[in-house]
């Protein structure tokens, strides 16, 4: 399996360059086949230059610069148009995400998964200086989306995902514009029937820059996703299913059917939940 890491890069010249490095070597040392894709949405600070230099002495390393307007949605759409693996993680360019998540992710996909989701909140997590205040609407969010589509998982709106090609290929197309692609995402792949993981990840605040998530512009983009998201599992009488959804067999290691829950062992010795 060739995997595609996708990073979505605005103004990240602080960071980008560790970023890029721990994922490429992660995955080298795991002996995958892999690209780095970084898609520069309209950096002013230099991080093109960066990504492109590294990728003068790694072709592993892709620089793309987002042919849409500024906006995270928009650069992510632009990666996962232009990905060339058999599988694709979303990794956040701030140095935030654990490469050894990562290759975790992308074992649960060969193991026989459709997506890969990780929980910054379960037995396992590690979380290092969230902000509180940030925390506290985080924790609201995500009880909420819980509750809405009952799916057992606690962390919808993190952007640190993984899919199978066919999962992106299924939620097309994508609507979201900004931070609410990373709701829209794994909910369109969990209602249209893909099968999911879900396991503790570590997260650590950046170290560098500045966060680009607005959290008062984002409230109601990302209720009008969650909303498209709950009339299409309630109203569509699954047109959208992926293809062969009602003759669907779990795989041998383990996926089960919805709202029942087995523990496997982490690498790691943590658990991790399977949807």
Known sequence: MKVSVVIPAHDEAGSIKATVEAIAAALREAG???????????????????????GDHDPRIRLLRSHYANGFGFAVRAGLERFEGDAVAVVMGDLSDDPRDLVRYFELL????????????????QVHDYPRFKLVVNRIVNRGIQLLFRHGYDDTTNAFKAYRREVIENVKPLVSNHFNLTVELPLKAIIRGHSYAIMPISWTNRATGESKLGLREMGSRYAFIVMLAFLEHHL???????????????????????????RLRRSRAADHHVR
């Open 236 to 262: 569509t009488r699954g047109d959208y299913r992926r293809a062969g959804y009602h003759d669907y067999r779990p795989p041998a290691t383990g996926h089960v059917a919805p709202r029942v829950t087995r």
């Open 110 to 125: 060969e193991e026989g998964y459709d997506c890969a989701f990780g929980s910054r909140f379960i037995k396992g997590a």
């Open 32 to 54: 995958r086949d892999y690209e780095v894709l970084v898609v520069d949405d309209a950096s002013t600070d230099g991080t093109g230059a960066i990504v492109a230099a590294m």
